[in-house]
């Protein structure tokens, strides 16, 4: 089996759900400096989900995650 994967689909916070997936994914862009893809993109079903994409490096993650953790908690 793998052992990674190049993408992560995550729920939109409970504290955010009245965003839908692309202004939650707008908001990440502006507060954070992430982008995501809006789960909307991938059909209906994707609504309430955002997906990451792991194609940088771990330095670029790992500054993505601390961004959108001070992004979460304003």
């Not at 990440?28 to 994409?53: D, H, Q, W």
């Not at 993505?64 to 979460?72: E, V």
Request: with cysteine.
């Amino acid at each position: 089996p793998p052992k990674a994967t190049m993408f992560v689909w995550a729920p939109i916070p409970e504290r955010f759900k009245q965003m839908d997936s692309l202004e939650f994914t707008k908001y990440l862009l502006k507060e954070a400096g992430v982008a995501v893809s809006p789960g909307i993109g991938f059909g209906p079903a994707g609504e309430g989900f955002v997906r990451f994409a792991l194609v940088e490096n771990e330095h670029r993650i790992k500054q993505a995650c601390r961004g959108i953790k001070k992004a979460l908690n304003k």
